[in-house]
């Protein structure tokens, strides 16, 4: 496949804030069972971070990564939904099953620790955030960690789902701040309002924005300035965790030129045996 094309130098580096197993990371997963990678993980719910598996390639912590302060850590009956900050239940009451599952359980008082100040062995190639709400304060105090990254998948929502949580528009114009660009959403949540249901399925929706899980990526302006490595790093990445084929292609192209070595026939002679399919 595309990693034995384009080999970068390095392994590519991700970073998983919010790493608890709750909810599949495929795109995780299908990146390194084909890449030379390693991952470091971040979990601050002890019991989720008991669920993790520990290898050479993957090291996690049971770490908050936040503002660098005190916080209460928020354990809800769903552990999905736990969170430093508090379930805003005016609005999740209007959905099937969330005034359940957002309950609070019990509260964990914590160190966090800002993503600025962590020593990493390498520098971040790809960021995936998953903190529940918490996705401002992440970026505030990570800045310089993040834009000097390729990637970051991080979710958010339209509409805040807690207390203070700020909102999708929001986080993405803090991110276009540190030179990203949106460039898809690689899972798109709704949900129905109370009492309408979908196929008689609490967990379908019609139309209504729930959740994004939204893919940034270094702005074209700043692609001009990355080196081979980077941008095969970038390539591999969007290639298995994404199938974003068609960027893929554009990236390959500059590949070859820096490189004076023609990658882009081979990878187009690979995508010839690649099944496409348009996701939304």
Known sequence: MLFKIINPKEPIVICDIGASPVDATAFIDDLMNNTNSILYGFEPNQDEFNKLNQTERKKYFNTAVGNGENESLNICAAPGMSSILKPDFQYLNL?????????INKSINIKTQKLDEINF?????????????????????????????????????????????????????????????????????????????????????????????????KSFKLINNLNSDELKKMALILFYSFKSYDLVDFLIQRISIIDSIDYISQYRTLMSSIKINKSY
């Open 95 to 103: 959905f099937h099953g969330f005034g359940e599952w957002a309950k």
């Open 121 to 217: 062995e390498k520098k971040i190639d790809f960021f995936k955030i998953d903190v529940q709400g918490y996705e401002y304060e992440t970026i505030k105090h990570g800045g310089e960690k993040l834009k000097d990254s390729l990637i970051i998948q991080i979710e958010t929502s339209p509409i805040p789902l807690y207390e203070n949580e700020k909102s999708f528009s929001y986080i993405s114009s803090k991110l276009e701040d540190l030179g990203f660009n949106l460039h898809m959403f690689n899972k798109i949540n709704t949900r129905c309002f109370k009492p309408t249901t979908l196929q008689n399925n609490i967990y379908s929706g019609l139309h209504h924005l729930f959740q994004l899980d939204c893919v940034f990526i």
